[in-house]
C-alpha cells in the first residue's frame, strides 16, 4: 500500500475507523492469567488490565474483536497497542516486553486484514493503523502543583519511546501510523519527529494520522490549547489526517470538528465516544443514537475519516457505516499539499 492508494480512497468516500478496543475486550471478563503466557508466567507484578499483553496472550480474542469490526464495515482497524510505550509499560515493568507488544499487535491486525479480503476480494482494500497512545506521562505540564517547572518525561525519552513502538508496528504489518488521544501537543510532536526519524532513516514512509481529545467543554486539550492551535502546532508533519477522539460525545464534538473542517489542509478524521458516559462510567449511547447525532457531521461536510471511541462497539459502527455511506466526503483544497 502507498500514500497514494489511501488518498485516493478518501477522496472517493468516507473511510470508517474501528470502534473501541477496551470495551470490546470487558466483554471477555478475562482474568489475571489471561495476560500471561509462558515469557510472563514468573512476572512479579500484576498484569490484570494490561489489554495490549493479549495481542499475544490472547491472540483469539484480539483477532475475533478485529473481525467483528471488520464485517461491520471498518475500512481501517487500529493495533491493541495504546500503551505500547516504555513510558507506559513501566507501570507493570515491562519495558522489555514493548517490541512483543507491538509487533504482535500489528501482525494479529495484519491476519485479521489479510483473512477478511481473502474471504471478500470484491470488497474495497481494508487498512491496519498502528495504535500509538500519548502516555501517562506529559511534557508541558509539571505533575507537582508545588513544582510548576517540574517534567516526569523529556522530549527526548518521548521520542525515543515513541521511535521504538513505531519501529515495531511497521515491522508486524502496520499501513498507517495513528497518534491518537493526544492531550498534550507537545507530546504529539515527540512522536511526529520520532516518526519523521525513522521515515528519513529507512527511507519507508506509511501515512500519518493524529487524533487530540478535548478534555472539557472549554474546547481545549488538557495541555491548554484550542483547536485551531493544536492543528497550527501539528501542521509541520507529513500527516495524512487531522483529527478528534474520545472525552466528548459526537454532539459535543461537532463544533471543534468545524474548526478542522474549516483549517485543516488534511483530511479530517472524527471518533467520539458513545455519548458521555453516566455515573458508573458506562456509556449509554445506542448506535442509533450515535448515527442520528454523526448525521449532523456528513450533512455538514465535515469528515472524513468516522469512526468510535469508547462505549462503542461494531454494532455503532454498522450503524455510522450505513449513514456514511450516503454522504460525500469532506473535500479537501486540492491546491494544499498533505
Known amino acids: 500500500m502507498t500514500k497514494a492508494d489511501i488518498r485516493g480512497e478518501l477522496a472517493k468516500r468516507i473511510l470508517i475507523l474501528d470502534g473501541a478496543m477496551g470495551t470490546m475486550i470487558q466483554r471477555y471478563t478475562l482474568e489475571e492469567e489471561d495476560f500471561r503466557n509462558d515469557k510472563l508466567k514468573n512476572h512479579d507484578h500484576p498484569l490484570k488490565g494490561n489489554n495490549d499483553l493479549l495481542s499475544f496472550t490472547r491472540p483469539d480474542v484480539i483477532k475475533a474483536i478485529h473481525t467483528e469490526y471488520l464485517a461491520a464495515g471498518a475500512d481501517i482497524i487500529e493495533t491493541n497497542t495504546f500503551s505500547g510505550t516504555t513510558i507506559a509499560q513501566a507501570d507493570y515493568r515491562l519495558e522489555h516486553m514493548v517490541y512483543d507488544i507491538n509487533y504482535y499487535g ?59 513502538q513505531a519501529i515495531a508496528l511497521l515491522e508486524g504489518g502496520a499501513d498507517l501510523l495513528l497518534i491518537e488521544t493526544i492531550f498534550d501537543t507537545l507530546n504529539s510532536k515527540a512522536a511526529i519527529y520520532a516518526i519523521m526519524e525513522l521515515f528519513e532513516e529507512t527511507g519507508n514512509e506509511v501515512p500519518v494520522m493524529v487524533s487530540a481529545t478535548i478534555t472539557d467543554a472549554s474546547g481545549r486539550t488538557l495541555s491548554g490549547q484550542t483547536t485551531e492551535a493544536f492543528l497550527i502546532s501539528v501542521s509541520h508533519g507529513p500527516l495524512l489526517s487531522v483529527g478528534l477522539n474520545c472525552a466528548l460525545g459526537a454532539k459535543e464534538l461537532r463544533p471543534y470538528l468545524q474548526v478542522l473542517a474549516k483549517e485543516a489542509p488534511f483530511f479530517v478524521s472524527a471518533y467520539p465516544n458513545a455519548g458521555l458516559p453516566n455515573e458508573f462510567g458506562q456509556y449509554d449511547e445506542t448506535p442509533a443514537q450515535m448515527a442520528e447525532q454523526i448525521t449532523v457531521f456528513l450533512e455538514e461536510g465535515l469528515v472524513n475519516i468516522l469512526g468510535g471511541c469508547c462505549g462503542s462497539t461494531p454494532d455503532h459502527i454498522r450503524a455510522m457505516a450505513e449513514v456514511a455511506a450516503k454522504f460525500a466526503p469532506r473535500k479537501l483544497d486540492e491546491t494544499v499539499e498533505a
Do not use: C, H, W
Open 106 to 164: 500489528a501482525k494479529i491486525a495484519r491476519e485479521a486484514v489479510d483473512e477478511f479480503m481473502k474471504k471478500n476480494p470484491s470488497s474495497p482494500q481494508r487498512y491496519v493503523a498502528g495504535a500509538i497512545g500519548p502516555t501517562n506521562r506529559t511534557a508541558s505540564i509539571s505533575p507537582d502543583v508545588n513544582d510548576p517547572g517540574y517534567r516526569a518525561v523529556t522530549f527526548d525519552e518521548l521520542a525515543k519511546a515513541y521511535k521504538d
